[in-house]
């Protein structure tokens, strides 16, 4: 049943306007109201109402969106129930178009069936399906447990399709829930407001957990935490080191967001993976999980509040074509700067240096150019990590020739912290800009070795670029390798094609024709030698359960390690 603070909120907004006849801010008001836990805790649905004001669509005009499926990710969007939409003048029958955008997204839209003024109202029903096996895929979609919920905006929300600035909200209403429930959202802890106003596209890049999820209160600096599920660790000494980080970016990086929220939730396939989200971000844990082995995530994903892609005009590539710079960086910083404020060890961040290392120079794909990045980010683990990996030791590369050509008296810290002051005043931080500040530091070298990245060319920073306590060596290390096609694990059944003669795959007892019925995340198993990968396959009517190191050929790698 509609909320009748929403309905009473809508027609105030319908019937009031201004005093002075100036222009009010337009709301976009969102109303989360879970049903009551089962007998197995599980949350059955959630209902949704979502008010915009100042909608202006014509007829046939797009007037709402939502994604059927977000980055690989299959969401809510094809099981919602009960859809109204209505304005002031009565309710309206949008019709629906769904648009493929590429392999790895859809998306639903509502177009108006008339003209549309002033506030939309937007309610329905999301039904969870608390069978559904957890994701080896980005944490969007809706999930249930322990009588709690939680899901990113995309995989739930149907929101206007404009760029509209609206203050938004998020209002929690517990009252078929039942009593101790608990809200929180990327805009805070319970009921919360945006501090400024912000198109609706971003509501759909933020978190939301609902129920009765452990919660790590607000800090002066905004910085909170919420999760899902029973960790098995105490969770506050996490995030008070998570906390104690937060601070030190932002002194780092001269400014603080007003507010971070970090979402955990449970996985047992896919533990320690992340999704970066406005002023958040989500990760995983299960059982097996250690402060220690999520610390870098965190690391990574806070990161994320300061250093993004670079700007450009949306095209086909979502920006993955620029992941290079904000997730190149991200991984240079993430255990750099916890190193130098004394928040990791020397043997942590050689640990974390040497994985990313390792992945990328035993990559096979290493000399991809990042033009060809976007077309099989999705699709091929081994393309996927290129721009974390290449990306982060370009980087580190770069720093240490801004370092030698000024003679210490410059960073790669310098010009990073001048792309975002552009960014914070509102000018562009693009690709120009950067090439403007590298050419400004290291001329027509910086410049050629920045496009040799962009081509392919192998990166190889010096040996004493990350001090003069830590030097580079070569080691024997094993490229990732399935033993069979990785394009078998993207079709529905997942069934195994290209079983390569002599690989661990066939030897482990893995034939052509299985079907592989379990997930699992290949980014990790990538930078882990000694990793094993588990199959459940079924043949014939009959499942196997098979395990083997995912590893071919030898090749010579770099890593750093302590200077004798």
């Known amino acids: 049943m509609p909320d009748r603070r929403i309905a009473f909120s809508l027609l105030a907004a319908l019937a009031c306007a201004p005093a002075d006849g100036a222009a009010a801010e337009p709301a976009l ?7 009551k836990p089962d007998a197995e805790q599980h949350v059955p649905y959630v209902d949704v109402t979502v008010v915009a004001e100042g909608m202006s669509r014509t007829e046939g005009a797009p007037l709402l969106r939502m994604p059927l499926v977000a980055n690989t990710v299959v969401t809510s969007g094809a099981a919602i129930t009960g859809l109204t939409v209505r304005d002031r003048r009565g309710a309206l029958t949008p019709r629906v178009e769904d648009v493929e955008e590429d392999g790895s997204n859809r998306t639903r839209l509502w177009r108006a069936p008339r003209a549309v003024e002033g506030a939309l109202k937007v309610h329905y029903r999301v039904p969870i399906d608390a069978a559904a096996p957890p994701l080896a895929l980005p944490q969007y979609e809706m999930r249930t447990e322990l009588g709690g919920f939680s899901a990113a905006g995309n995989a739930f929300l149907i929101l206007p399709d404009d760029e509209t600035p609206r203050r938004a909200s998020v209002t929690w209403n517990f009252a078929a829930y039942g009593p101790n429930g608990k809200g929180v959202s990327s805009l805070g802890v319970g009921n919360a407001t945006a501090r400024k106003a912000m198109p609706a596209s971003e509501l759909a890049h933020m978190y939301y957990m609902g129920g009765q999820p452990g919660v790590f209160p607000p800090a002066n600096d905004g910085f909170f935490a919420a999760w899902q599920g029973i960790p098995p660790f105490p969770m506050a000494p996490l995030m008070t080191w998570a906390g104690d980080l937060h601070r030190h970016y932002g002194a780092f990086f001269g400014y603080t967001p007003p507010s971070f929220g970090v979402f955990g939730r449970t996985n047992q396939r896919n533990p320690g993976s992340g999704i970066g989200l406005k002023d958040s971000f989500a990760f995983t844990f299960n059982h097996t999980s250690k402060p220690a082995d999520l610390r870098s995530l965190l690391a990574h994903e806070m990161l994320h509040a300061w250093v993004n892609s ?67 980010f999705w699709r091929d683990t081994r393309i996927r990590v290129l721009p974390y990996d290449r990306g982060s030791l370009y980087f580190a590369a770069t720093d240490a020739a801004i370092r030698k050509a000024s003679g210490g008296k410059r960073s790669l ?13 509102g000018r562009p931080m693009d690709e120009a800009l950067y090439r403007r500040l590298l050419k400004a530091d290291l ?17 190889l920073p010096p040996s004493d670029t990350f001090g003069p306590q830590f030097r580079r060596i070569e080691k024997p290390l094993r490229r990732f390798d399935l033993g069979f096609d990785p394009a078998s694990l993207l079709a529905r059944p997942k069934i195994v094609k290209g079983i390569i003669p002599g690989s661990n795959a066939e030897a482990a007892g893995l034939r052509e024709g299985d079907e592989i019925l379990n997930t699992f995340s290949q980014d990790g198993l990538q930078g882990d030698q000694q990793a094993f990968l588990s199959l459940d396959v079924k043949r014939a009517g009959e499942e196997l359960h098979l395990r083997y190191q995912p590893r071919g050929e030898t090749v010579s790698a770099y890593q750093w390690e302590a200077a004798r």
Not at 443 to 459: N, P, Q
């Open 413 to 425: 810290d310098d010009l990073v912290r001048t792309m975002l002051a552009e960014r914070r005043a």
């Open 443 to 459: 001329g027509d070298t910086g410049i050629a070795a920045f496009e040799a990245m962009l081509k392919g060319g192998v990166v």
């Open 29 to 35: 008001r969102v109303t989360l109201a879970p049903a």
């Open 310 to 376: 670079l700007d450009a005009s949306m095209d086909a590539a979502g920006g993955l074509d620029r992941s290079w710079f904000g997730e190149g960086l991200a991984v240079h910083y993430q255990r750099l700067l916890p190193y130098r404020a004394g928040l990791i060890s020397a043997e942590d961040f050689l640990a974390d240096l040497n994985e990313t290392a390792a992945r990328y120079y035993t990559n096979i794909k290493i000399g991809v150019p990042n033009a060809d990045i976007p077309a099989s």
